[in-house]
Each structure stands twice: as structure tokens, then as C-alpha cells.
């Protein structure tokens, strides 16, 4: 399988075939955003898509178990995205804003409001901190 981050100037239904999904709906259900965002996150947020594709990717290999770990892990700090960050490996919360390329407010309103995007956007950023050691 190809790796997605090294696909420049791929649409991003290519790029999710490429990292094994059928089409860009299965992205759509995982993150629950839709199709139109997530094209433009694929135009203009090149590195935030690429991130949220490495987690919906890596979310359907891992166990299940682990990803419910992963999750309550993350449900114990509900109101501080800083110790979910560090409670999962991360040096600090500053270290997924710099990963997925996002702004730390609106990774503070995901992780408070929209949960399964942010859990997911986490588990991408762990999958990059991970390849980037390799």
C-alpha cells in the first residue's frame, strides 16, 4: 500500500483509495464530516487531511479494544485536551497542533464538541510522530 503522505497533488478520493478505503463516504462516516470539507481540507489543509486519513486508516487496524482504550483514556481528562494529549504520548498538546497543522482553538472546541474527529485526528498525529522515527 502506498504511503498517502507521499502522494502529492492526488485528489482526496484517490488518496483514500490509496490508504485502503473504497471511497471517500467510508472517511465520511468514521469523522462525521462531510464530503465537501474534507475536499477542502485536502485543498487547502493538505497536512490536517493527511492526518485525519493516517487516523481513520489507523483506527480500522487497531483492535478494538485498544481504540476503546485509547478513548477512555482520553474521556478521563474530558475538559483538558493538554493531559489527553500527554495521557496518549505526546509530549504536549502543542505537539498536535504542530503535527496536524491546526490552530490549538479549534483542536480545544474538537476535542470538547466533536470527540470522534478529534480522537481520530489524535490517533493520526500518533501514527506521523511514529513514522517520522522510522
Known amino acids: ?4 503522505l507521499s502522494i502529492y497533488n492526488a485528489s482526496p478520493s484517490y488518496k483514500a483509495k490509496a490508504a485502503g478505503f473504497k471511497n471517500m463516504q467510508e472517511i465520511v462516516d468514521i469523522t462525521g464530516r ?3 470539507t474534507l475536499r477542502n481540507w485536502s485543498d487547502y489543509q493538505p497536512r490536517l487531511y493527511d492526518t485525519i486519513l493516517l487516523g481513520c486508516k489507523y483506527s480500522r487496524t487497531l483492535n478494538v479494544d485498544i481504540v476503546a482504550s485509547f478513548k477512555d483514556n482520553i474521556d478521563k481528562y474530558d475538559y483538558s485536551p493538554s493531559k489527553q494529549a500527554v495521557s ?3 509530549d504536549s498538546f502543542a505537539e498536535v497542533a504542530r503535527i496536524s497543522n ?4 479549534t483542536l480545544r ?3 470538547k464538541e466533536q470527540k470522534q474527529l478529534y480522537l481520530i485526528l489524535l490517533l493520526g498525529c500518533m501514527k506521523q510522530k511514529v513514522m517520522a522515527k522510522q
Open 109 to 111: 472546541l474538537w476535542a
Open 34 to 36: 462531510n464530503v465537501m
Open 102 to 105: 491546526k490552530c490549538s482553538m
Open 1 to 4: 500500500m502506498e504511503n498517502v
Open 88 to 90: 496518549v504520548g505526546f
